[in-house]
């Protein structure tokens, strides 16, 4: 068969310049770590590293959020510690005021006392958040939770609940009415303590056991239903823990799987090279060989 | 007898030299593209009756011909001719394919900070810095979509650059083949011999024009007669038809490939009718790639704006107002034929962003009945009266529509370089699902959880799904031509090794002939020599 001189020329020319092509790439590929150099080289790849890159950026989204949680979280335990603390202060004053041994005068004291044990706890209740939002006042964040009455004091805020996408199909309350805290089960903490210090405040002995009966046993609710709330916030803690480690699980599988997807097998990339690289080199070579054979070189 | 010796050496010499010639020329002309070999076709001449018996009167050159094989060379024009369309499509659709290679640097991450600068809205619903932030990335996001829908748009601009150079270059050619045509067949008629290098280049332009556009070719008589497409004639004889560019009556930002029609009215061709080669090439990108491109990344902006918005309108934002839209949105384009003779104008709105589809859609009325054809997969829907809504979007026709008229509706084609944000003031996040509750995320939390929600494709796609839809259809084309390309690559190597190995110079052979001619020569140069000495020794008889 005869072969045309110019076709043999085209022929090694293409051919060297197609393994260089391939050469080029696979030092585009090291040099940039990269397996998909775009979404032409593996299309199913791409496609599936894009969709895994967005629920690892929103596992982590959920991670930020659970540390939202636990600082508000936090906030409302450590308040409702000090509550729960000053409320058993309350209750042993409660009953050292039954001492019948005491006058009218001890008992002013431990009026003006538990005045301050009130305001104390107004300020508890009352409590912000490091961005300034008051943390009992559910929706009316703006708004302090209470404001104390001659009788008492008034809830200024609302019943809502602030909740946090915790996880992909869990949302959390964060947040409890002060409502719910300081005056649920028909007892009001700040009613019960106005009145004690009233009670405490009025001359003579009539009355006395009796009020004090009341104000021991509306106390003893009012520290129930802070204990429920705390408990709920340690609950709701303890999850966020457990969720975080399944996070952080998560993360590593989707980071495991982009790696598999994108990223180059660098052993296998060099190995390549190198053959890459002795190929265009024994094509080179002989292509100056064969090229240089010519029936004119002998005329 | 002495003179017959000398005339018979004469032929052998002069036949020696045209040999020598022909090889020299086979030589000069090894590296020139479409240049076919020429051999020498010799015979014995007429011999003559002495009597005795004939006497042979020495060698006649009948014809140099080209050796060329007319059924390998249209094999050669019709790989090469694939391979032009293919590398041009692959080419152009490199370019979208490498506006997606970064991963970091596309819309996915705009998307996924947009979403999580809004979690930190709904963790901090009161925080102006969040909202500022939130509304930041929103920015960004807007500006993503926007950037990637100015390239797209780019690219189409250039793209009709191409075409008209495209254009260009095919009538050259065929102005070129015509002449050709002409000069050949004069050639010819005088000399009764082929024009070989004539031919040559003729076939050679005719694989030039195969590169733009694919064409079949009639011979008659000497003449090569060239039509496109469906039979539309480019060369008959020494006459050209020449192509140019109309702007597309339904789109005057698209060029069309048209020709002039005996009454001189411009006639546009289909685009299926300008298959293969360069141009053909253009068109199929346009077609199949770049629009439905435009399409899939303005579905997801307007998917995403539209959907979002309706969520956020629900809200009531940090001073108390109802939420306004927090995007603006692209509406659909309606293109009126330009040849439409009624008056009716056209409307279209998108009223159900779920059944938005990446596809164009034309309206067609006939006189009763409106026919609205979905272009992806010519789905037709029939109807007589509007509003009609066909994959979320609602036409409105007002009356006088004559019949015959037609409109183009590309609903999300603008997609993404309408997306913006619509608000300024953080404040204006309506992340509260009740009034004057500045502490209440419920209706950011709702936004948030939008970021994984089907709200596409009849609700089998998130906004990420869409993009990915998009990236995915955009890498297995790009892919698809890749392979498809180096393919036809490989054919047209074939067919050209083929027709190279049969019409192509062989440096060694010719060298051999040249070696052969010469001896030739030098014999025929002794047989005159020998002659010529016959002839002396007759004149020292008389001395």
Known sequence: ?299 | MATSILSVGQSALAAAQVGINTTGHNIANAATPGYNRQVIVQGAAQAQNFGFGFLGQGVDVSTIKRVYNEFLGNQVQSAQTTKSGLDSHYAQIRQINNLLADPTAGLSPALQEFFTGLQDVASNPTSIPARQSALSSAESLASRFQSMAGRLDEIGRSLNGQIQSSVADINTYGAQIAQLNDAIGKAQRASGQPPNDLLDQRDQLLMELNKHIKVTVVAQGSDYNVFIGNGQPLVVGVSTYTLTNVASATNPEKLEVAYRASNGSLVPLAESALSGGQLGGLLDFRSQSLEPAQNALGRVAIGLASSFNAQHQLGFDLGGAAGGAFFTTATPVVGENSNNTGSAALTASISNVNALTTSDYRLQFDGTNYTVTRLSDNTPTTFAAFPQTIDGVTLNLTAGAAAGDSFLIRPTVNGASGFGVAITDPAKIAAAAQTGAVGDNSNALLLGALQTANTLGNGTVSYQGAYSQFVSQVGNKTRELEVTSSAAGKLLTEATMSLQNESGVNLDEEAANLLRYQQAYQAAGKVMQIASELFDVLLSIGR
């Open chain 1, 1 to 299: 068969m005869r072969i045309s001189t110019q076709l043999m020329f085209e022929t090694a020319s293409n051919r060297m310049s197609d393994l260089q092509n391939r050469l080029q790439k696979t030092q585009e590929q090291i040099g940039s770590g990269r397996r998909i150099l775009s979404p032409a080289d593996d299309p199913v790849a791409a496609t599936r590293a894009l969709d895994i890159t967005q629920s690892q950026s929103i596992n982590s989204q959920y991670g930020v959020n659970r540390q939202y949680a636990k600082s508000t979280l936090g906030q409302v335990e450590t308040t409702l510690a000090g509550v729960t603390s000053l409320m058993q202060d309350v209750k042993d004053t409660i009953t050292a005021a039954g001492n019948g041994t005491l006058n009218d005068n001890q008992r002013g004291f431990m009026a003006t006392e538990l005045n301050g044990r009130l305001q104390q706890l107004l300020g508890l209740a009352n409590s912000r958040d490091a961005a300034g939002n008051y943390l009992f006042s559910g929706f009316q964040s703006n708004t302090p939770a209470f404001v104390q009455t001659a009788t008492g004091a008034t809830y200024q805020g609302d019943q809502g609940l602030q909740r946090l996408q915790v996880d992909a199909t869990r949302q959390m309350a964060t947040s409890s009415p002060g409502s719910t805290v300081f005056q649920s089960g028909g007892q009001d903490v700040f009613a019960t303590l106005t009145d004690l210090v009233n009670l405490l405040n009025t001359p003579g002995t009539a009355g006395l056991a009796a009020g004090l009966a009341t104000a021991n046993a509306n106390m003893d609710s009012a520290l129930d239903s802070v204990l429920t709330v705390r408990a709920s916030v340690g609950a709701n803690l303890q999850e966020l823990d457990a969720l975080d480690n399944v996070g952080e699980d998560r993360n590593l599988q989707y980071s495991k799987a982009l790696s598999e997807l994108q990223d180059l097998d660098y052993v296998q990339a060099l190995t390549q090279l190198t053959q890459q690289q002795v190929t265009l080199e024994a094509a080179q070579k002989s292509f100056v060989k064969t090229s240089s054979l010519s029936l004119f070189n002998f005329m």
